[in-house]
């Protein structure tokens, strides 16, 4: 194995340059060591001008989310060694306007993520003093892998269609929604609804699936889309049947 | 400048649940959470085990005390703790009325597992990504409530104080660098433990003390510094925490023998399957300290990245580490290149949580009116001298809510203009920011070198064990890389997310609570919990059933003073585990 390996990452500062450009650093090339280790080394070591956002290091924060040699990535779950000899290209994930160097801008994501309503919303709540609400394990299984969303935004990143209408919900967003909805805690799901099939819901999204071959975290959204195509869809034609029903 | 009633700083477990503390409790107050990442990038997102709260039938909240009590070696004050086990219970159903997918029997009541000095099964999880889901849950629960202001990615440098009362913070927004003084009617200090003044710890980048720091400067006391845990399993390069429930499903320490080593150290006899409160399921500072012992012996297995036991999980099967510990075999897989379910773990002793923080009382109050603290940057203290696995989510629930509503109930009696000496510490902080960033361009130090000089020092100084000359010598080195942190260098001259600029705020945070640990570790002449004094290996109660109050004297330098621990129902006594 090689000592070294090349890191070529995208720089972009706003008051130097107009467009991001390439800077080559060499970083040691260990066993373990993750693509951020290579770049927490360029900022301490060669240049502390770099900026990325990084905070646990073992890939459930979301913070360090990162376009390594093209694929959306946790710059903290991606190791150097796999790239061997390099050189490994780092970019600021795609589909989202660029603050800094690798530092990405995702308040749309955040703006959007309210809309979907993400948290129990009953018609009664019981009292605390009642105790919990029964869930059996089977329960917790329907929507389980869809509450393990760290909102990291490879999805997004990886989504074709957010790369062409940035208006749609996105994948995350719908998978959170999903997760309340098949919650048996929850009876939001009418309230959701609107926002969910609506022409920046899940009706605009293609099936490509590129959302859930990104998600680090085994989440699949395009499944949950998928899913909720389909609740949608047998309510549209329940709705023709009976118009007045509520439900 | 703006103006909100309430400013929390810090957006994890504790902050968002003070925050909605404040919202429930007065929904007229303007209430705001400022915090250096969005809040479900914080650290409360790595916890993994679980949240401790009776709720079996057969459990007691005397029995949740009194493993708390002589967890901490009897430095916990006992009407703190009778407070936090009685409300436990309440505020984990509430995260579950909010949402959060605890395991579940399959009756489809919550799931309970054993965990480390404690004595009956009381240990809530949702898997082993308790903290995860939890803050997640806070997180998108808070979304609803709209009235909550989010300050993401602002990082507070100072809390403003005149006559010994807070009335809010300047900070600074990270994509702009923009500089803003924030007032309010109370704040409320959120920002978690400071892991990262060591050099090996599970802690995230962002656990810097920050609060800690902040408080102390603006004359806040801070309490019982010189308890820093040191969790005995990490895994040897990353530190990457390998959960406590590990051991509490039965994974045994190994030494290099295979040797169940613990039996060793007055922690009981082995047994096949998990006996609580014996062996592998003893408390955290006795682990880390028997391994130290193994180290000397040399019974440890040397590594690239330090000496190192092994956690034996492989005869728990696929099928329940799948269950109960998909995370920690994840984990394994990705950063150790190891399945647990076929191979032993490597770990090792690191730095962990810190017991000590800005000195509150119950209500989260501390020294300064308007000033209140709440998880894991506070110390009440429930912890003492030892803090037990999975008290402390619960703990930043508990007196997350509790600060969160006397802070309400303080701002709500006094909505009135800030004092004009308040508005010109503002001004004199943007001076004193733009000014740093101009002479330290000018600087020759690496920030890096600083940090890492400062964290071996850390290590060599305050680590599981400590003695006289090694803490005077660490105060020593830390005057010496203060100095040199004036010549710290800053290259990056932009305004726009500028991460070296907030390093070297960060670094200075952790040189402030660095001195503060050593100052209170040096005068602690007694062995307690995680504070091990070879000089002094004993216990003293008669000197010392006290907490350490440290504060910062108008020359920068520290004062270390005492305050009796309250005592309500259990005398100072032995701890006992495995027998």
């Known amino acids: 194995m090689a000592d070294e390996i090349t890191l070529e990452v995208a720089r972009y500062r706003p008051e130097l340059e107009s467009e991001p450009v390439m800077e080559s650093f060499q970083v040691p090339l260990r066993e373990h ?152 805690r929850d009876e939001g799901a009418e309230e959701r609804r609107a926002v969910l099939s609506s022409p920046e819901g899940i009706w605009a999204c293609t099936f490509v699936g590129e959302c859930s071959a990104a998600c680090p975290k085994g989440v699949d959204p395009a499944g949950a889309i998928q899913r909720y195509k389909l609740t949608a869809a047998t309510r549209s034609i329940k709705d023709l049947l009976m118009p007045r029903s509520r439900r | ?68 009590v002589s967890g901490s070696d009897w430095l916990c004050d006992q009407d703190a703790v009778e407070a936090f086990v009685a409300e436990a219970p309440r505020e984990l159903l509430r995260l579950e009325h909010w949402g959060c997918p605890w395991s579940r029997q399959p009756d489809g009541r919550i799931a309970v597992r054993a965990f480390g000095g404690m004595k009956n099964r009381r240990t809530w999880f949702a898997a082993d990504r308790t903290g995860f889901h939890l803050l997640h849950t806070l997180f998108q629960t808070a979304l609803s409530y709209s009235d909550i202001v989010r300050y993401d990615e602002w990082y507070v440098t100072k809390i403003l104080v005149d006559d010994g009362r807070a009335y809010g913070v300047v900070a600074i927004e990270l994509s702009t660098g923009r500089i803003e003084t924030i007032t309010a009617g109370a704040v409320i200090v959120c920002t978690g433990g400071c892991g990262r003044v060591y050099p090996f710890t599970t802690n995230a980048n962002i656990k810097t003390g920050d609060g800690m720091a902040l408080a102390y400067r603006a004359g806040a006391a801070l309490k019982d510094m010189e308890f820093v845990q040191y969790h005995p399993t990490g895994l040897p390069f990353t530190g990457i ?39 592998e399921l003893g408390p955290r500072d006795r682990l880390s300290q028997a391994f130290v012992h193994e180290l000397d012996k040399g019974r440890t297995i040397d590594t690239p990245y330090g000496p190192i036991v092994n956690l034996d999980l492989r005869h728990l099967g696929a ?115 733009t000014e740093d960033l101009t002479r330290h361009s000018e600087g020759h130090e690496r920030i890096a070198d600083i940090r890492t000089e400062m964290q071996a020092t850390m290590e060599n100084g305050a680590g599981i064990y400590r003695d006289g000359d090694s803490l005077a010598k660490a105060a020593e080195q830390l005057e010496e890389l203060r100095s040199r942190y004036t010549h710290a260098a800053i290259d990056d001259h932009s305004t726009r997310f500028n991460t070296e600029l907030i390093a070297l705020l960060e670094l200075g945070f952790m040189l402030d609570v660095a001195e503060s640990i050593i100052a209170c570790a040096h005068r602690r002449e007694e062995s307690r919990g995680a504070h091990q004094r070879t000089d002094f290996p004993a216990r003293d109660d008669e000197r010392f059933l ?34």
């Open chain 2, 241 to 279: 925490l390998i959960t406590e429930a590990a051991r509490a499903e039965g994974g045994w320490l190994l030494n290099k023998d295979g040797y169940r080593y613990l039996q060793d150290y007055d922690l009981g006899t082995p047994s096949p399957t998990p006996v609580l409160r014996s062996m």
């Open chain 1, 33 to 184: 060591w993750a693509v951020l280790d290579g770049l927490t080394y360029v900022k301490d070591q060669l240049d502390g001008t770099l900026s990325f956002r990084w905070s646990c290091r073992m890939g459930i924060c979301g913070s360090c989310g990162m376009t390594v040699n093209g694929e959306p990535q946790l710059s903290c779950a991606t190791f150097l060694t796999d790239y061997a000899p390099g050189p490994v290209r780092v970019e600021p994930l795609r589909n989202f306007p660029v603050i800094r160097d690798l530092v990405i801008d995702i308040d749309d994501f955040m703006t959007k993520l309210p809309e979907v309503k993400p948290w129990i919303i009953r018609d009664v709540h019981s009292p605390v003093e009642e105790g919990e609400y029964l869930q059996t394990p089977q329960e917790l299984d329907e929507y389980q892998q869809f509450s393990m969303c760290i909102n990291c935004m490879l999805c997004y990143s990886a989504c074709p269609v957010y790369s062409l209408e940035p208006d749609f919900i996105g994948p995350a967003a719908i998978a959170l929604a999903q997760r309340y909805n098949l919650d048996s």
């Open chain 2, 319 to 433: 099928k329940l580490i799948d269950a109960k510990l998909p995370f920690v075999r994840e984990l394994c897989s990705k950063y150790q290149n190891i399945d647990p379910v076929k191979e032993l773990v490597p770990v090792r002793p690191v730095v962990h949580y810190m017991m000590g923080g800005i000195h509150t009382g119950i209500r989260g109050e501390t020294s300064l009116e308007g000033l209140y603290a709440a998880g894991e940057v506070a110390c009440v203290s429930i912890n003492g001298a030892n803090r037990l696995g999975s008290n402390s989510l619960p703990e930043c629930l508990v007196f997350g809510n509790r600060a969160g509503r006397a802070a309400a109930v303080h701002a709500g009696r006094y909505r009135h203009a800030v004092p004009p000496a308040i508005e010109a510490q503002g001004r004199d902080e943007v001076r004193r920011l």
């Open chain 2, 1 to 68: 400048m703006s103006f909100h009633d309430v400013v929390v700083i810090g957006g994890g477990g504790a902050g968002l649940r003070a925050a909605i503390a404040v919202a429930e409790t007065n929904p007229a107050l303007r209430v705001a959470v400022i915090s250096k990442v969005y809040p479900m990038r914080s650290h409360t997102v790595s916890a993994e085990g679980g949240a401790a709260a009776v709720a079996a039938d057969d459990d007691t909240l005397d029995e949740h005390a009194y493993d708390t």
């Open chain 2, 546 to 579: 006290a907490h350490s109050l440290v504060r910062r004297q108008p020359d920068g330098t520290s004062r270390v003073t005492y305050l009796p621990v309250t005592i309500t129902r259990w005398p100072p006594g032995e701890r006992v585990y495995g027998r």
